[in-house]
C-alpha cells in the first residue's frame, strides 16, 4: 500500500527564515511520481510540483527548492526566506502507477506553516 | 471559466437527507477525481473517473456515496442518507489523460450534516 508521512504538524517561523518540510513515502511500485501542493487559508489547493521516481535531480523554483533522495524514500521542500504569504499547509503526494490508479494521489496529512512578520 | 468549478459552495443539510455536490472540470481535461478533506482523515481520495473507463470507486467510504460523470465532462458526487461524519470539503480536481499530470482543484463544497 502507498503511504505518506508528514511528520511535522505545525512550523513556525519569523519572516526571513528558512523552513524545510519533511516528507516520507511508502510504496512497492518502482514506477511513481511524487507532489507538493500547497493550501492557503483561501482553502484552494495549488500545485507547486511533480517528481518522478527516475529523476533524482534535485529543482530550485525561486524561493522554492525540492530535494529528492530514493534511498531514503523522502522528497523534503525548503522555503528560503520565508515571507508572509507563505503561511499555509503544504502537502506531499503520492501517485503510483501499477499497484493505484494512474494519477490517483495519496496524500501526507500535511504541515502548517505559519510565517510571523 | 479557465478553473474546476465546485456548486455549491457551502450546503448544510439534516442528518438522513440526500445531497448532490456538483464539479465542472477544465475543458479537455478527461481525468476527474473526487476527494475528501476532513479533520480527523485529511485528504481522502474517493472516486476517479478517466474517460470512458469504470471508475475506480475504490475511496468511497460507503454505499450511500455515489458519483457519474456525464457527458465526459461534469460529475456528480451523490450522498444518500447523510450522517455527521460526512461533514467535511469535499474537493474536485482534474488533469489531462495520458501521463500522471498536475491536478487541478477545485474551491470545494463545504458540507454540514447536522
Known amino acids: 500500500a502507498q503511504k505518506v508521512t508528514q511528520a511535522q504538524t505545525e512550523i513556525s517561523v519569523v519572516e526571513k527564515e528558512d523552513v524545510t518540510l519533511d516528507c516520507v513515502y511508502e510504496?512497492?511500485?518502482?514506477?511513481?511520481?511524487l507532489f507538493w501542493y500547497k493550501q492557503p487559508p483561501s482553502g484552494e489547493l495549488v500545485f507547486l510540483i511533480r517528481?518522478?521516481?527516475?529523476?533524482?535531480q534535485n529543482e530550485i523554483s525561486g524561493r522554492y527548492s525540492w530535494n529528492f533522495q530514493k534511498s531514503t524514500s523522502s522528497f523534503n521542500f525548503t522555503i528560503t526566506a520565508s515571507q508572509v504569504v507563505d503561511s499555509a499547509v503544504y502537502f506531499c503526494?503520492?501517485?503510483?502507477?501499477?499497484?493505484?490508479?494512474?494519477?490517483?494521489?495519496?496524500f501526507g496529512a500535511g504541515t502548517q506553516v505559519v510565517v510571523t512578520p | 471559466g479557465a478553473g474546476v468549478s465546485q456548486s455549491p459552495s457551502n450546503k448544510v443539510t439534516e442528518k438522513g437527507k440526500d445531497v448532490e455536490l456538483r464539479c465542472d472540470p477544465i475543458?479537455?481535461?478527461?481525468?476527474l477525481y473526487w476527494y475528501r478533506q476532513s479533520l480527523g482523515q485529511g485528504l481522502e481520495f474517493l472516486i476517479y473517473?478517466?474517460?470512458?473507463?469504470?471508475?475506480?470507486k475504490s475511496g468511497l467510504p460507503s454505499d450511500r456515496f455515489s458519483a457519474e460523470r456525464t457527458g465526459g465532462s461534469v460529475s456528480t458526487l451523490t450522498i444518500q442518507r447523510t450522517q455527521q461524519e460526512d461533514s467535511a470539503v469535499y474537493l474536485c480536481?482534474?488533469?489531462?489523460?495520458?501521463?500522471?499530470?498536475?491536478?487541478?482543484f477545485g474551491p470545494g463544497t463545504r458540507l454540514t450534516v447536522l
Open positions: 480536481a482534474s488533469s489531462l489523460a495520458g501521463s500522471v499530470s498536475e491536478q487541478f
Open positions: 510504496t512497492r511500485d518502482t514506477t511513481y511520481y
Open positions: 517528481r518522478n521516481s527516475f529523476d533524482e
Open positions: 503526494a503520492l501517485s503510483a502507477t501499477v499497484t493505484d490508479s494512474w494519477g490517483k494521489l495519496q
Open positions: 475543458s479537455g481535461h478527461t481525468a
Open positions: 473517473f478517466q474517460g470512458n473507463s469504470a471508475p475506480d
